[in-house]
């Protein structure tokens, strides 16, 4: 699509591309394969030496289309889909890490995040180092080994709500010859676009603001084709060096800047296989086509509510970076000068148990795992998402024990804040 088009209608009308008598909505391609004429046109898509469609695992058309309207928002080369969010933070890892090799991540990451990189990704043999993000450039860069391939980050952090200094961790990365992959979740494209600072690979749980009706798990990678994987050649083998499964490919040299992307769908997607469905990314295209229109409305709520929350007396502490006394509003300013996202971490005065009765008492918002959609929700991540993680652990992925995560919706934000203030009351009288 024209890049000189702005998100709303790349929202809209990216990705699909309609020819002469096709359908002007982007069909389900509901198959999973698809005919050709000769063998030899087979044995090219085969061989990687032709384009097409031959098995809706490896590529199917309303997977590609969906794919490259997030790509186009994001301003990247190339993307590919996932089945879900995890799916793509495993596969944009490993696409570039192995046994023996070590990544580092900021601490302040989702709990399923922090989850696989420390323990599951661990007994592949991919070591971890957690850091603060918010620490200097000399003690972040301590973290760094001979075998580091990659440094790891959220936009704004799943549940703490922390803003990354994405041109710093970029600086960081590119100093210690690695890619920054950012996860661009709660963000999203419409808010802040990580390649603009320096970010080199975006992902997203597309299940999350994307879809926004909490109907269809997804997740998404995108390349911005700026990391020079022949400049760092030793590093990255799988990039640079020929892959004897498909008869001696050298990625890098034979497909540019789409290297990372056509190795990770032709070596992970095939041997792997978490494939989003086309029925999923149909409902996550209808999703897209209001994004826009949604996050608009999620932060102008978030905020009221945030507001509302600073200035009530039951209320311990609030954080959300768009409000002017919050620690990370400068970088907010920065990185999402439209908004940052709708949820909102703040903790009672009482502790777990008064937030518990709080949370129980909602009648608007529902107790649910999910976040980022269209309806209100809420979550104690300390007893729900992160509660695999030891009370060290919490606290270093910025999880205190008495966080409530607050994912609010685009309902009518007074009925959001009468809801949130009788639900204080009941937990202060009970």
Request: hydrophobic share 35%; proline share 5%.
């Amino acid at each position: 699509m024209d890049q000189n088009f702005k998100p709303e209608t790349i929202c809209v009308q990216g990705g699909w591309k309609p020819k002469k008598g096709e359908p002007r909505v982007l069909p389900i391609y509901q198959s999973t394969t698809f005919k050709y004429d000769t063998s030899e046109q087979m044995g090219k898509l085969f061989d990687l030496e032709d384009t097409g469609y031959f098995y809706t695992r490896l590529q199917n058309p309303t997977n590609e289309a969906v794919a490259q309207k997030i790509t186009e928002l994001e301003g990247g080369v190339a993307g590919m889909l996932t089945s879900s969010g995890q799916a793509a933070n495993f596969y944009a890892t490993f696409n570039i890490c192995g046994a023996g090799d070590h990544i580092v991540s900021a601490s302040a990451i989702y709990g399923g995040t922090f989850n696989l990189f420390g323990v599951t990704m661990k007994k592949l043999g991919i070591d971890v180092t957690f850091i603060d993000q918010d620490a200097s450039e000399e003690e972040i860069s301590k973290a760094f080994q001979p075998n580091t391939k990659l440094l790891f980050a959220e936009t704004i952090s799943n549940p703490s709500i922390q803003v990354l200094d994405i041109e710093k961790f970029a600086k960081i990365a590119h100093s210690h010859g690695v890619p920054l992959i950012v996860d661009n979740t709660f963000a999203t494209p419409i808010n802040c676009r990580p390649f603009k600072f320096g970010a080199d690979i975006v992902v997203h749980s597309t299940t999350k603001y994307m879809d926004g009706h909490a109907t269809s798990v997804g997740g998404c990678i995108v390349d911005s084709g700026n990391f020079d994987w022949m400049a760092h050649k030793e590093k990255y083998p799988g990039l640079t060096q020929p892959d004897p499964s498909y008869h001696g490919i050298v990625y890098a040299q034979k497909f540019g800047k789409a290297a990372y992307i056509t190795k990770a769908t032709s070596q992970l997607m095939r041997d792997l296989g978490s494939i989003q469905s086309p029925q999923n990314a149909f409902l996550l295209n209808i999703g897209l086509e209001t994004l826009h229109l949604r996050v608009q409305r999620h932060c102008e709520n978030a905020k009221k509510v945030a507001e509302y929350l600073e200035a009530n007396e039951m209320v311990a502490w609030v954080s959300y970076p768009d409000l002017p006394k919050d620690k990370y509003y400068p970088l907010a300013k920065k990185y999402f000068p439209n908004g940052s996202c709708g949820v909102v971490s703040f903790g009672l005065k009482g502790g777990r148990e008064v937030a518990i009765r709080f949370m129980d008492n909602l009648k608007l918002a529902a107790i649910v795992t999910h976040v980022a959609d269209a309806r209100t929700s809420v979550l104690h991540p300390a007893s729900h998402t992160h509660r695999q993680l030891t009370e060290e652990q919490l606290i270093e992925a910025g999880v205190q024990p008495d966080l409530i995560r607050f994912s609010v919706g685009i309902e009518n934000v007074e009925d959001i804040i009468r809801d949130i203030a009788q639900a204080l009351e009941i937990a202060r009288t009970k």
